[in-house]
Protein backbone atom coordinates (compact mmCIF):
# COMPACT_ATOMS: atom_id res chain seq x y z
CA UNK A 1 0.00 0.00 0.00
CA UNK A 2 1.64 3.17 -1.11
CA UNK A 3 2.01 6.08 1.72
CA UNK A 4 0.64 8.37 -1.25
CA UNK A 5 -1.55 7.95 -4.06
CA UNK A 6 -3.18 10.58 -6.38
CA UNK A 7 -5.25 10.32 -9.03
CA UNK A 8 -6.23 13.22 -11.31
CA UNK A 9 -5.88 15.49 -8.32
CA UNK A 10 -7.58 18.96 -9.60
CA UNK A 11 -7.34 21.69 -7.50
CA UNK A 12 -8.88 25.27 -8.59
CA UNK A 13 -8.90 28.67 -7.04
CA UNK A 14 -12.17 30.53 -8.75
CA UNK A 15 -11.11 30.91 -12.30
CA UNK A 16 -7.33 30.02 -11.60
CA UNK A 17 -6.36 25.95 -12.11
CA UNK A 18 -3.24 25.62 -9.67
CA UNK A 19 -3.24 21.83 -10.42
CA UNK A 20 -4.77 20.37 -13.30
CA UNK A 21 -4.94 16.69 -12.75
CA UNK A 22 -1.93 14.73 -11.63
CA UNK A 23 -1.55 10.87 -10.59
CA UNK A 24 1.23 9.22 -8.47
CA UNK A 25 2.34 6.82 -6.25
CA UNK A 26 4.66 7.29 -3.16
CA UNK A 27 5.92 4.18 -1.54
CA UNK A 28 7.07 3.52 2.26
CA UNK A 29 10.26 4.60 2.66
CA UNK A 30 10.88 6.67 -0.59
CA UNK A 31 12.63 9.89 -0.95
CA UNK A 32 9.81 11.85 -3.25
CA UNK A 33 10.67 14.90 -4.89
CA UNK A 34 8.64 17.16 -6.82
CA UNK A 35 10.22 19.44 -9.09
CA UNK A 36 9.48 22.36 -11.15
CA UNK A 37 9.73 26.37 -11.31
CA UNK A 38 7.47 28.84 -9.23
CA UNK A 39 4.06 28.42 -10.07
CA UNK A 40 3.99 25.15 -11.22
CA UNK A 41 1.47 23.46 -8.43
CA UNK A 42 3.64 21.95 -6.29
CA UNK A 43 2.26 23.74 -2.91
CA UNK A 44 -0.87 23.73 -3.52
CA UNK A 45 -0.33 19.98 -4.21
CA UNK A 46 1.49 19.83 -0.60
CA UNK A 47 -1.37 21.37 1.06
CA UNK A 48 -3.30 18.99 0.03
CA UNK A 49 -1.23 16.13 1.12
CA UNK A 50 -1.28 18.04 4.51
CA UNK A 51 -4.68 17.85 4.75
CA UNK A 52 -4.95 21.58 5.15
CA UNK A 53 -6.21 22.39 1.24
CA UNK A 54 -9.74 20.09 0.21
CA UNK A 55 -8.87 18.85 -3.56
CA UNK A 56 -11.58 20.22 -6.27
CA UNK A 57 -11.59 16.86 -7.82
CA UNK A 58 -9.62 13.54 -7.76
CA UNK A 59 -8.71 11.13 -5.43
CA UNK A 60 -5.91 11.45 -2.66
CA UNK A 61 -5.45 8.81 -0.17
CA UNK A 62 -3.06 9.10 2.69
CA UNK A 63 -2.21 6.18 4.72
CA UNK A 64 -5.07 4.81 2.67
CA UNK A 65 -7.56 7.28 4.22
CA UNK A 66 -9.04 9.89 2.98
CA UNK A 67 -8.24 13.70 3.95
CA UNK A 68 -11.66 14.77 3.67
CA UNK A 69 -12.65 12.73 6.22
CA UNK A 70 -9.95 11.90 8.51
CA UNK A 71 -7.66 14.46 8.34
CA UNK A 72 -7.31 14.99 11.88
CA UNK A 73 -6.05 11.21 12.11
CA UNK A 74 -3.78 12.00 8.71
CA UNK A 75 -2.52 15.24 10.52
CA UNK A 76 -1.17 12.84 13.48
CA UNK A 77 1.19 10.66 11.52
CA UNK A 78 2.56 13.34 9.22
CA UNK A 79 5.31 16.22 9.65
CA UNK A 80 5.33 19.61 8.25
CA UNK A 81 7.84 21.90 6.82
CA UNK A 82 6.42 24.95 5.44
CA UNK A 83 8.21 26.87 2.70
CA UNK A 84 7.78 29.89 5.23
CA UNK A 85 9.13 29.45 8.57
CA UNK A 86 5.64 29.79 11.14
CA UNK A 87 7.85 29.11 13.88
CA UNK A 88 5.40 30.84 17.41
CA UNK A 89 7.69 34.19 18.06
CA UNK A 90 6.09 34.29 21.22
CA UNK A 91 7.91 30.87 22.77
CA UNK A 92 11.40 30.09 23.14
CA UNK A 93 12.93 27.16 21.05
CA UNK A 94 12.28 24.66 23.66
CA UNK A 95 8.90 25.76 24.14
CA UNK A 96 8.57 25.81 20.73
CA UNK A 97 8.87 22.27 20.35
CA UNK A 98 7.32 21.33 23.50
CA UNK A 99 3.58 22.92 22.31
CA UNK A 100 3.61 21.75 18.96
CA UNK A 101 4.56 18.23 20.40
CA UNK A 102 1.38 19.50 22.91
CA UNK A 103 -0.62 20.17 19.87
CA UNK A 104 -0.67 16.07 19.03
CA UNK A 105 -1.55 15.12 22.67
CA UNK A 106 1.79 14.15 23.65
CA UNK A 107 2.20 13.95 27.35
CA UNK A 108 4.48 17.00 28.63
CA UNK A 109 7.51 15.13 30.02
CA UNK A 110 7.59 12.90 26.84
CA UNK A 111 7.48 16.36 24.65
CA UNK A 112 10.47 17.96 26.90
CA UNK A 113 12.27 14.52 26.22
CA UNK A 114 11.77 15.00 22.46
CA UNK A 115 12.38 18.54 22.13
CA UNK A 116 15.55 18.12 24.00
CA UNK A 117 16.90 14.74 21.62
CA UNK A 118 15.47 16.91 18.42
CA UNK A 119 17.47 19.96 18.97
CA UNK A 120 20.38 18.00 19.40
CA UNK A 121 19.86 16.19 16.26
CA UNK A 122 19.45 19.81 14.08
CA UNK A 123 22.41 21.01 16.61
CA UNK A 124 20.35 23.51 18.25
CA UNK A 125 21.43 22.69 21.99
CA UNK A 126 22.54 25.41 22.61
CA UNK A 127 20.19 28.22 21.90
CA UNK A 128 17.43 25.96 23.83
CA UNK A 129 15.92 29.12 26.19
CA UNK A 130 16.87 31.55 23.94
CA UNK A 131 13.51 33.29 21.60
CA UNK A 132 13.41 32.54 17.95
CA UNK A 133 13.82 35.93 16.67
CA UNK A 134 17.19 36.41 16.51
CA UNK A 135 18.27 32.89 14.53
CA UNK A 136 19.61 32.80 11.05
CA UNK A 137 17.79 31.74 8.15
CA UNK A 138 19.47 27.95 8.44
CA UNK A 139 18.85 27.92 12.38
CA UNK A 140 15.31 28.58 12.08
CA UNK A 141 14.58 25.99 8.91
CA UNK A 142 16.47 23.62 11.39
CA UNK A 143 14.40 24.25 13.82
CA UNK A 144 11.48 23.65 12.07
CA UNK A 145 11.97 20.71 10.40
CA UNK A 146 13.04 19.79 14.10
CA UNK A 147 9.31 20.80 15.37
CA UNK A 148 8.04 18.59 12.38
CA UNK A 149 10.18 15.25 13.45
CA UNK A 150 7.64 16.38 17.35
CA UNK A 151 5.44 13.54 16.95
CA UNK A 152 7.73 10.76 15.35
CA UNK A 153 5.94 11.04 11.75
CA UNK A 154 6.05 7.96 9.36
CA UNK A 155 5.67 10.88 6.22
CA UNK A 156 7.61 14.18 6.19
CA UNK A 157 6.61 16.66 4.09
CA UNK A 158 8.98 19.54 2.96
CA UNK A 159 8.00 22.62 0.89
CA UNK A 160 11.14 24.18 -0.43
CA UNK A 161 13.19 23.51 2.36
CA UNK A 162 16.58 25.18 1.16
CA UNK A 163 15.44 27.98 -0.47
CA UNK A 164 16.82 31.27 0.32
CA UNK A 165 19.63 29.10 2.76
CA UNK A 166 23.54 29.31 1.80
CA UNK A 167 25.04 26.52 0.27
CA UNK A 168 26.53 24.76 3.88
CA UNK A 169 23.93 25.21 5.43
CA UNK A 170 21.89 23.44 2.92
CA UNK A 171 24.06 20.87 2.99
CA UNK A 172 23.74 20.49 6.80
CA UNK A 173 20.09 19.98 5.96
CA UNK A 174 20.64 17.77 3.33
CA UNK A 175 22.89 15.31 5.57
CA UNK A 176 20.29 15.43 8.61
CA UNK A 177 17.33 14.82 6.11
CA UNK A 178 19.45 11.79 4.22
CA UNK A 179 19.12 10.42 8.55
CA UNK A 180 15.67 10.20 8.19
CA UNK A 181 15.48 8.95 5.13
CA UNK A 182 17.71 5.85 7.22
CA UNK A 183 15.06 5.45 10.01
CA UNK A 184 12.80 4.74 7.52
CA UNK A 185 10.69 8.00 7.16
CA UNK A 186 8.86 8.68 3.99
CA UNK A 187 9.56 11.96 2.51
CA UNK A 188 8.07 13.98 -0.16
CA UNK A 189 9.63 17.32 -0.88
CA UNK A 190 8.93 19.93 -3.30
CA UNK A 191 12.07 22.56 -4.94
CA UNK A 192 13.16 24.14 -7.74
CA UNK A 193 17.02 23.25 -7.46
CA UNK A 194 17.91 20.37 -9.28
CA UNK A 195 20.84 19.40 -7.87
CA UNK A 196 18.61 19.05 -4.54
CA UNK A 197 16.28 16.73 -6.31
CA UNK A 198 18.85 14.83 -8.11
CA UNK A 199 21.18 14.31 -4.95
CA UNK A 200 18.26 13.88 -2.69
CA UNK A 201 15.59 11.77 -4.48
CA UNK A 202 14.76 8.20 -5.45
CA UNK A 203 12.20 9.26 -7.51
CA UNK A 204 10.86 12.68 -8.78
CA UNK A 205 7.99 14.23 -10.45
CA UNK A 206 8.86 17.25 -12.97
CA UNK A 207 5.79 19.35 -12.52
CA UNK A 208 5.13 22.40 -15.21
CA UNK A 209 1.84 24.64 -14.94
CA UNK A 210 -0.23 22.74 -12.89
CA UNK A 211 0.86 18.77 -14.75
CA UNK A 212 3.48 16.14 -13.92
CA UNK A 213 4.89 16.40 -17.07
CA UNK A 214 7.71 13.56 -16.44
CA UNK A 215 8.03 10.68 -13.71
CA UNK A 216 11.24 8.42 -12.83
CA UNK A 217 14.48 8.30 -10.96
CA UNK A 218 17.17 11.66 -11.80
CA UNK A 219 19.42 9.11 -13.52
CA UNK A 220 16.58 7.28 -15.71
CA UNK A 221 14.82 10.76 -16.84
CA UNK A 222 18.19 12.14 -17.38
CA UNK A 223 19.06 8.91 -19.71
CA UNK A 224 15.74 9.13 -21.34
CA UNK A 225 14.92 12.46 -22.25
CA UNK A 226 18.58 13.68 -22.40
CA UNK A 227 21.97 12.92 -23.89
CA UNK A 228 24.95 11.56 -21.89
CA UNK A 229 26.96 15.52 -22.10
CA UNK A 230 26.08 18.53 -22.90
CA UNK A 231 28.61 21.21 -24.56
CA UNK A 232 28.07 24.51 -23.71
CA UNK A 233 28.98 26.89 -25.93
CA UNK A 234 29.33 31.04 -25.56
CA UNK A 235 29.30 32.85 -28.35
CA UNK A 236 29.46 36.69 -28.96
CA UNK A 237 26.85 38.96 -28.71
CA UNK A 238 26.96 39.28 -32.88
CA UNK A 239 26.52 35.09 -33.28
CA UNK A 240 24.86 34.64 -36.57
CA UNK A 241 21.40 34.34 -36.37
CA UNK A 242 22.05 31.09 -38.58
CA UNK A 243 24.07 29.51 -35.46
CA UNK A 244 21.17 26.55 -35.03
CA UNK A 245 21.53 25.49 -38.57
CA UNK A 246 25.03 25.54 -39.26
CA UNK A 247 25.02 23.68 -35.95
CA UNK A 248 22.38 21.07 -36.77
CA UNK A 249 24.48 17.91 -37.71
CA UNK A 250 26.61 18.51 -34.61
CA UNK A 251 25.31 15.73 -31.67
CA UNK A 252 21.42 14.81 -31.60
CA UNK A 253 20.20 18.54 -30.56
CA UNK A 254 20.63 21.99 -30.59
CA UNK A 255 19.24 24.40 -27.87
CA UNK A 256 19.83 28.50 -28.42
CA UNK A 257 19.58 29.89 -25.38
CA UNK A 258 19.76 33.68 -24.98
CA UNK A 259 23.22 34.03 -23.25
CA UNK A 260 24.51 30.16 -24.63
CA UNK A 261 23.87 27.25 -27.00
CA UNK A 262 23.85 23.71 -25.63
CA UNK A 263 24.62 20.93 -27.81
CA UNK A 264 23.33 17.80 -26.79
CA UNK A 265 25.60 14.60 -27.68
CA UNK A 266 27.25 11.24 -26.39
CA UNK A 267 30.76 12.86 -26.26
CA UNK A 268 30.93 16.33 -25.76
CA UNK A 269 34.54 16.74 -26.71
CA UNK A 270 34.01 15.22 -30.49
CA UNK A 271 31.27 17.80 -30.59
CA UNK A 272 33.01 20.58 -29.69
CA UNK A 273 36.28 19.24 -32.17
CA UNK A 274 33.22 19.06 -35.17
CA UNK A 275 32.38 22.98 -33.98
CA UNK A 276 35.72 23.82 -34.42
CA UNK A 277 35.77 22.44 -38.22
CA UNK A 278 32.76 24.44 -38.90
CA UNK A 279 34.73 27.19 -38.41
CA UNK A 280 32.97 28.25 -35.35
CA UNK A 281 35.24 30.07 -33.12
CA UNK A 282 33.02 29.72 -28.90
CA UNK A 283 34.23 32.89 -26.77
CA UNK A 284 34.00 29.82 -23.67
CA UNK A 285 33.30 26.14 -24.36
CA UNK A 286 32.28 23.99 -21.53
CA UNK A 287 31.61 20.24 -21.60
CA UNK A 288 29.53 18.39 -18.80
CA UNK A 289 26.97 16.17 -17.96
CA UNK A 290 23.43 16.03 -18.75
CA UNK A 291 21.22 17.28 -15.42
CA UNK A 292 17.70 17.80 -14.80
CA UNK A 293 18.36 21.04 -15.75
CA UNK A 294 18.20 20.06 -19.84
CA UNK A 295 15.18 17.30 -18.89
CA UNK A 296 13.41 20.07 -17.61
CA UNK A 297 14.26 22.31 -20.42
CA UNK A 298 13.72 19.57 -23.09
CA UNK A 299 9.98 18.67 -21.65
CA UNK A 300 8.95 21.91 -21.49
CA UNK A 301 11.04 24.56 -23.41
CA UNK A 302 11.63 26.58 -20.59
CA UNK A 303 14.84 26.50 -18.09
CA UNK A 304 13.54 25.75 -14.23
CA UNK A 305 15.30 28.88 -12.74
CA UNK A 306 14.19 32.27 -14.74
CA UNK B 1 -12.76 -4.53 4.42
CA UNK B 2 -13.94 -1.51 2.06
CA UNK B 3 -17.38 -1.42 4.09
CA UNK B 4 -15.57 -1.33 7.39
CA UNK B 5 -14.01 1.66 6.29
CA UNK B 6 -16.66 3.53 5.04
CA UNK B 7 -18.98 3.13 8.24
CA UNK B 8 -16.14 4.06 10.21
CA UNK B 9 -15.56 7.38 7.94
CA UNK B 10 -19.47 8.28 8.45
CA UNK B 11 -20.16 7.43 12.54
CA UNK B 12 -16.63 8.49 13.63
CA UNK B 13 -16.26 11.95 12.88
CA UNK B 14 -19.53 12.77 14.31
CA UNK B 15 -18.86 11.03 17.69
CA UNK B 16 -15.33 12.38 17.88
CA UNK B 17 -15.76 16.02 17.15
CA UNK B 18 -16.77 17.62 20.86
CA UNK B 19 -14.03 15.73 22.81
CA UNK B 20 -11.49 16.31 19.96
CA UNK B 21 -12.76 20.32 20.20
CA UNK B 22 -12.37 20.47 24.26
CA UNK B 23 -8.86 19.05 24.16
CA UNK B 24 -7.70 20.93 21.52
CA UNK B 25 -9.03 24.13 23.25
CA UNK B 26 -7.56 22.64 26.23
CA UNK B 27 -3.95 22.90 23.77
CA UNK B 28 -4.65 26.54 22.96
CA UNK B 29 -5.08 27.88 26.51
CA UNK B 30 -2.03 25.75 27.56
CA UNK B 31 0.05 28.12 25.03
CA UNK B 32 -1.29 31.27 26.23
CA UNK B 33 -0.63 30.22 30.01
CA UNK B 34 3.04 29.55 28.49
CA UNK B 35 3.22 33.24 26.78
CA UNK B 36 1.26 34.89 29.64
CA UNK B 37 3.74 33.09 32.24
CA UNK B 38 6.12 35.26 31.18
CA UNK B 39 4.40 38.71 30.91
CA UNK B 40 1.78 38.41 34.07
CA UNK B 41 2.40 42.07 34.55
CA UNK B 42 0.52 43.01 31.75
CA UNK B 43 -2.43 40.98 33.46
CA UNK B 44 -1.53 42.52 36.47
CA UNK B 45 -2.05 46.06 35.17
CA UNK B 46 -5.96 44.91 33.99
CA UNK B 47 -6.39 44.93 38.16
CA UNK B 48 -6.05 48.98 38.36
CA UNK B 49 -8.61 49.19 35.78
CA UNK B 50 -11.39 49.01 37.67
CA UNK B 51 -9.89 50.43 40.86
CA UNK B 52 -9.46 53.79 39.42
CA UNK B 53 -13.04 53.42 37.40
CA UNK B 54 -14.96 52.94 40.92
CA UNK B 55 -13.08 55.52 42.15
CA UNK B 56 -13.85 58.20 40.28
CA UNK B 57 -17.83 57.53 40.08
CA UNK B 58 -17.74 56.91 44.07
CA UNK B 59 -15.81 60.03 45.08
CA UNK B 60 -17.01 62.21 41.68
CA UNK B 61 -20.20 61.44 40.58
CA UNK B 62 -21.75 59.62 43.59
CA UNK B 63 -21.33 62.94 45.32
CA UNK B 64 -23.14 64.74 42.72
CA UNK B 65 -26.16 62.55 41.77
CA UNK B 66 -29.01 61.70 44.53
CA UNK B 67 -30.41 58.16 44.53
CA UNK B 68 -31.75 56.17 42.12
CA UNK B 69 -35.57 54.88 41.50
CA UNK B 70 -35.37 51.51 41.21
CA UNK B 71 -38.70 48.97 40.98
CA UNK B 72 -36.77 47.88 44.96
CA UNK B 73 -36.79 51.46 45.78
CA UNK B 74 -34.38 53.81 46.07
CA UNK B 75 -30.27 52.79 45.57
CA UNK B 76 -27.43 55.17 45.78
CA UNK B 77 -26.34 56.16 42.32
CA UNK B 78 -22.67 54.61 42.61
CA UNK B 79 -24.54 51.10 43.89
CA UNK B 80 -26.09 51.61 40.01
CA UNK B 81 -23.05 52.40 38.13
CA UNK B 82 -20.66 50.07 39.40
CA UNK B 83 -23.04 46.92 38.17
CA UNK B 84 -23.16 48.48 34.67
CA UNK B 85 -19.39 49.57 34.88
CA UNK B 86 -18.20 45.82 35.55
CA UNK B 87 -20.44 44.42 32.94
CA UNK B 88 -19.03 47.13 30.44
CA UNK B 89 -15.56 46.44 31.31
CA UNK B 90 -15.90 42.41 30.88
CA UNK B 91 -17.32 43.49 27.49
CA UNK B 92 -13.78 45.56 26.80
CA UNK B 93 -11.92 43.29 28.00
CA UNK B 94 -13.14 40.37 26.05
CA UNK B 95 -13.71 42.74 22.51
CA UNK B 96 -9.86 43.28 22.87
CA UNK B 97 -8.61 39.60 23.14
CA UNK B 98 -10.61 37.96 20.74
CA UNK B 99 -9.76 41.13 17.72
CA UNK B 100 -6.78 42.91 18.15
CA UNK B 101 -4.77 39.80 19.71
CA UNK B 102 -6.74 37.21 17.44
CA UNK B 103 -5.77 39.18 14.51
CA UNK B 104 -2.04 39.46 15.32
CA UNK B 105 -2.15 35.47 15.42
CA UNK B 106 -3.99 34.86 12.44
CA UNK B 107 -2.72 37.46 10.27
CA UNK B 108 1.10 38.02 11.65
CA UNK B 109 2.03 35.81 13.78
CA UNK B 110 0.34 32.81 11.50
CA UNK B 111 0.05 30.77 14.69
CA UNK B 112 -3.11 29.21 13.80
CA UNK B 113 -1.99 27.80 10.35
CA UNK B 114 1.06 26.46 12.54
CA UNK B 115 -1.78 24.75 14.59
CA UNK B 116 -3.92 23.48 12.27
CA UNK B 117 -1.42 21.76 9.98
CA UNK B 118 -1.32 19.10 13.63
CA UNK B 119 -4.53 17.59 14.22
CA UNK B 120 -6.54 20.25 15.85
CA UNK B 121 -9.05 21.55 14.08
CA UNK B 122 -10.47 25.16 13.59
CA UNK B 123 -13.23 24.90 16.20
CA UNK B 124 -10.34 23.94 18.45
CA UNK B 125 -8.62 27.21 17.68
CA UNK B 126 -12.25 29.08 18.16
CA UNK B 127 -12.80 27.32 21.51
CA UNK B 128 -9.50 27.41 22.91
CA UNK B 129 -8.95 31.19 22.21
CA UNK B 130 -12.15 32.32 22.96
CA UNK B 131 -11.31 30.01 26.74
CA UNK B 132 -8.94 32.07 27.44
CA UNK B 133 -9.85 35.67 26.78
CA UNK B 134 -12.76 33.97 29.30
CA UNK B 135 -10.05 32.67 31.85
CA UNK B 136 -8.51 36.47 31.87
CA UNK B 137 -12.17 38.04 31.95
CA UNK B 138 -13.11 36.18 35.32
CA UNK B 139 -9.54 37.24 36.77
CA UNK B 140 -10.75 40.90 36.53
CA UNK B 141 -14.45 40.42 37.25
CA UNK B 142 -13.18 38.78 40.65
CA UNK B 143 -10.94 42.05 40.86
CA UNK B 144 -13.99 44.45 39.86
CA UNK B 145 -16.50 42.92 42.41
CA UNK B 146 -13.50 43.35 45.30
CA UNK B 147 -13.09 47.04 44.63
CA UNK B 148 -16.92 47.30 44.71
CA UNK B 149 -17.32 45.05 48.31
CA UNK B 150 -14.31 47.44 49.15
CA UNK B 151 -15.40 50.56 48.40
CA UNK B 152 -18.99 49.52 50.02
CA UNK B 153 -20.61 49.39 46.41
CA UNK B 154 -22.04 45.74 47.38
CA UNK B 155 -25.26 45.82 49.06
CA UNK B 156 -25.96 41.65 48.86
CA UNK B 157 -24.63 38.57 48.46
CA UNK B 158 -26.33 37.86 45.40
CA UNK B 159 -23.41 39.92 44.03
CA UNK B 160 -21.66 37.02 43.63
CA UNK B 161 -23.64 36.00 40.86
CA UNK B 162 -22.92 38.84 39.10
CA UNK B 163 -19.33 36.41 38.37
CA UNK B 164 -20.96 33.77 35.98
CA UNK B 165 -23.13 36.70 34.69
CA UNK B 166 -19.54 38.51 33.48
CA UNK B 167 -18.35 35.10 31.80
CA UNK B 168 -21.18 34.73 29.56
CA UNK B 169 -20.92 38.72 28.94
CA UNK B 170 -17.42 37.73 27.58
CA UNK B 171 -17.99 34.70 25.93
CA UNK B 172 -20.66 36.29 23.90
CA UNK B 173 -18.62 39.34 23.09
CA UNK B 174 -15.42 37.22 22.53
CA UNK B 175 -17.16 34.91 20.07
CA UNK B 176 -18.78 37.93 18.05
CA UNK B 177 -15.57 39.83 18.23
CA UNK B 178 -13.52 36.95 17.10
CA UNK B 179 -16.09 36.08 14.12
CA UNK B 180 -15.78 40.11 13.25
CA UNK B 181 -11.87 39.71 13.60
CA UNK B 182 -12.14 37.23 10.34
CA UNK B 183 -13.70 39.46 8.48
CA UNK B 184 -10.93 42.03 9.09
CA UNK B 185 -9.02 43.43 6.10
CA UNK B 186 -5.92 45.07 7.71
CA UNK B 187 -5.27 47.08 10.99
CA UNK B 188 -7.25 49.80 9.61
CA UNK B 189 -10.96 47.92 9.82
CA UNK B 190 -10.06 48.10 13.97
CA UNK B 191 -11.18 51.72 13.88
CA UNK B 192 -14.88 50.19 13.67
CA UNK B 193 -14.32 48.32 16.80
CA UNK B 194 -15.02 51.75 19.27
CA UNK B 195 -17.79 52.99 17.05
CA UNK B 196 -19.62 49.81 17.90
CA UNK B 197 -18.23 49.79 21.65
CA UNK B 198 -18.35 53.03 22.60
CA UNK B 199 -22.60 53.59 21.90
CA UNK B 200 -23.23 50.56 23.38
CA UNK B 201 -21.08 51.02 26.68
CA UNK B 202 -23.39 55.24 26.66
CA UNK B 203 -26.56 53.78 25.71
CA UNK B 204 -27.00 49.85 27.26
CA UNK B 205 -28.77 51.86 30.69
CA UNK B 206 -24.98 51.99 31.89
CA UNK B 207 -25.63 56.06 33.58
CA UNK B 208 -29.14 55.70 34.02
CA UNK B 209 -32.04 53.63 34.54
CA UNK B 210 -34.15 52.31 30.92
CA UNK B 211 -36.98 54.12 31.62
CA UNK B 212 -35.23 57.50 31.74
CA UNK B 213 -35.12 56.56 27.88
CA UNK B 214 -38.51 57.01 27.33
CA UNK B 215 -39.56 56.27 23.93
CA UNK B 216 -36.44 55.12 23.02
CA UNK B 217 -35.76 52.51 25.07
CA UNK B 218 -36.70 50.00 22.58
CA UNK B 219 -33.48 51.02 20.83
CA UNK B 220 -31.35 50.59 24.05
CA UNK B 221 -32.63 46.80 24.10
CA UNK B 222 -30.93 46.28 20.85
CA UNK B 223 -27.29 46.72 22.67
CA UNK B 224 -26.33 43.15 23.66
CA UNK B 225 -24.30 45.00 26.36
CA UNK B 226 -27.68 46.11 27.84
CA UNK B 227 -28.82 42.51 28.16
CA UNK B 228 -25.39 41.89 30.59
CA UNK B 229 -25.55 45.15 32.24
CA UNK B 230 -28.92 44.02 33.30
CA UNK B 231 -27.98 40.51 34.31
CA UNK B 232 -25.32 42.35 36.59
CA UNK B 233 -26.75 44.81 38.28
CA UNK B 234 -30.01 42.29 38.92
CA UNK B 235 -27.25 40.47 40.41
CA UNK B 236 -25.49 42.64 42.48
CA UNK B 237 -28.98 44.89 43.47
CA UNK B 238 -30.23 41.25 44.46
CA UNK B 239 -33.43 41.60 42.37
CA UNK B 240 -34.00 38.07 40.70
CA UNK B 241 -37.09 37.78 38.57
CA UNK B 242 -37.57 35.41 35.32
CA UNK B 243 -37.66 38.40 32.82
CA UNK B 244 -33.83 38.13 33.66
CA UNK B 245 -33.39 34.65 31.53
CA UNK B 246 -34.98 36.58 28.79
CA UNK B 247 -31.55 37.90 29.36
CA UNK B 248 -29.40 35.36 29.37
CA UNK B 249 -30.94 33.62 26.31
CA UNK B 250 -29.88 36.99 24.33
CA UNK B 251 -26.33 35.98 25.32
CA UNK B 252 -26.40 32.97 24.60
CA UNK B 253 -27.83 32.72 21.12
CA UNK B 254 -24.70 35.45 20.52
CA UNK B 255 -22.03 33.15 21.78
CA UNK B 256 -23.51 30.42 19.44
CA UNK B 257 -23.75 32.54 16.57
CA UNK B 258 -19.91 34.06 16.93
CA UNK B 259 -18.87 30.90 17.62
CA UNK B 260 -20.32 29.24 14.87
CA UNK B 261 -19.39 32.18 12.07
CA UNK B 262 -15.91 32.34 14.04
CA UNK B 263 -14.47 28.64 13.57
CA UNK B 264 -16.57 28.30 9.68
CA UNK B 265 -14.02 31.70 8.82
CA UNK B 266 -10.77 30.34 10.10
CA UNK B 267 -11.90 27.37 8.16
CA UNK B 268 -12.71 29.29 4.86
CA UNK B 269 -9.43 31.24 5.77
CA UNK B 270 -6.87 29.15 6.53
CA UNK B 271 -8.00 25.81 4.83
CA UNK B 272 -8.18 26.88 1.14
Known sequence: MPVIAA????????????????DFEVARGEFFGFLGPNGAGKSSLMRMIGCVSPTTSGELRIFDLDPGVDGAAIRARMGVVPQTDNLDQELTLLENLVMYGR??????RECRDRARELLEFVQLADRADSRVEPLSGGMKRRLTIARSLMNRPELLLLDEPTTGLDPQARHVL???????????????????????AEQLCDRLV???????????????????HSTREVLELRLSSSAPDDIAERLAGTGERVEVLPDRVLVYANDGEAALSSVHQLGIEPL????????LEDVFLRLTGRSLVE | MSATTAEKSVTAPTLRVVPGTLRGAGRMVERSILVYRRTWLIIVSGFFEPLFYLLSIRIGFGALVGDVQT???????????????????????AVYDSTMNIFFKLKHARLYETVLSTPLGPSAVAVGEITWALMRGVLYSVAFLGCMAALGMVVSWWALLALPACVLIGLAFASAGMAVTTYMRGWNDFEFIPAATLPMFVLSATFYPLSSY?????????????HGVALVRAACLGDGSWGLLGHVAVLAVMTVIGLRVASRRIGTLLLT
Do not use: C
Not at chain 1, 11 to 16: C, L, Q, V
Not at chain 1, 103 to 108: A, E, M, N, S, V
Not at chain 1, 206 to 224: C, H, K, S
Not at chain 2, 214 to 226: E, N
Open chain 2, 214 to 226: GGLSWVVQLSPLY
Open chain 1, 206 to 224: VMDRGRIVAEGTPRGLILE
Open chain 1, 284 to 291: ASLVRRSS
Open chain 2, 71 to 93: PNGPVDYAVFVAPALMASSAMNG
Open chain 1, 103 to 108: YFDIPR
Open chain 1, 7 to 22: TSVHKSFGDFEAVRGV
Open chain 1, 174 to 196: WERLYRLKEQGVTLALTTHYMDE
